[in-house]
């Protein structure tokens, strides 16, 4: 038995006055009730309760050790309350963390969502392109992309991040249309480095053939905005997400390149410190960002919410 179990079993001895009684209402047996006791008595060098055939009593130094007794269960009862009732609301902090641009993009806009329908969270949004250890940073959900390294995290999928390939009008007029990945090898690319570290884009055919080809171009960055901006103003092609592209694919800024090639699909998906006790506010988010990656998550995220859609999941 534990010291705070021990002293939760002599508040209820001296306060009924009966081992016999104390030990039926934790649900143990009376010789181990009367052990106990006596250890504590050992431990202490002094005795604290009176026994009789009418039952206990405390002594004046077991009267004195139960008024601690007693103070040090209630503040323990106090707080496996507070943390039942942290660990079963919608409230309180929560420290998030992502890449920048879907942060900006995509995360951001949704936490402000998820926020009015939950007003009493307060959340810390990080956003770093590099790896963030969320035990050492205190994450209480990280939303990372691509293939899960550390597995003793827990992790709940949410979705898929399809990238495209694009450019703008003005730089493919006057120049051949690119038909297969090949043909990229002489055109000026905008390399995403922080992906594309080896300047080598890969492709999957119509029938899941691979084909990769090495690229080269006037600029390189780890901006997918910058990407984005430089597509524009017709420097030259670039790969970008569906989400960073989308807005500039409706208004025909860009357009589609080898449509009938697909770039590698990453995954979605929300990862916290353990698979276990995940409270509310971690779950309840989680459930929500769930409901909003399906299908083609990119295409509604100018859409405004409705008002029902908060109060789901």
């Known amino acids: 038995m534990d010291r705070l179990q021990a002293v939760r079993l002599f508040v209820r001895v001296v306060e009924l006055g009966s081992f016999s009684k104390a030990a039926a209402e934790l649900g143990i047996g009376q010789p181990a009730v009367t052990k106990q006791v006596a250890r504590m008595e050992a431990q ?14 405390a002594t004046e130094i077991g009267a004195l050790y139960y008024e601690k007794c007693r103070v040090i269960a209630h503040h323990v009862d106090e707080a496996d309350s507070v943390a039942a009732l942290m660990q079963s609301q919608m409230r309180g902090a929560m420290r998030i963390s992502t890449s920048v641009a879907f942060g900006r993009r995509v995360l951001g806009p949704l936490l402000m969502q998820f926020m009015r329908a939950n007003p009493d969270l307060q959340v810390d949004l990080g956003v770093d392109d590099r790896y963030v250890d969320m035990i050492e940073q205190g994450v209480d959900v990280a939303i990372r992309m691509g293939r899960l ?16 390939l694009v450019a703008s009008p003005a730089f493919l007029r006057g120049r051949a249309m690119p038909l297969r990945p090949q043909d990229l090898a002489s055109r000026d690319c905008l390399i995403y480095s922080t992906v594309q570290g080896d300047a080598r884009w890969h492709f999957a055919g119509a029938s899941g053939q691979p084909e990769s080809v090495a690229v080269r171009g006037p600029l390189r960055s780890n901006s997918l905005s910058i990407l984005l901006e430089a597509a524009i103003d017709g ?16 208004q025909g800024s860009v357009v589609p390149l080898l449509e009938a090639w697909s770039l590698p699909v990453q995954e979605i998906h929300a990862v916290y410190p353990s698979p276990r006790m995940l409270p509310l506010k971690v779950s309840g988010l989680v459930a929500w960002l769930q409901a909003r990656f399906e299908g083609e998550w990119w295409t509604r995220l100018d859409a405004p919410a409705q008002s029902g859609d908060l109060s789901r999941s």
């Open 235 to 250: 420097m030259g092609v670039t790969a970008l997400p569906r989400y960073v592209a989308h807005g500039a694919l409706s």
């Open 44 to 57: 202490l060098g002094a005795r604290l309760l009176h026994r009789s055939t009418h039952g206990v009593t």
């Open 149 to 164: 390294a550390d597995s003793s995290l827990g992790a709940r999928y949410l979705g898929l991040n399809p990238w495209v």
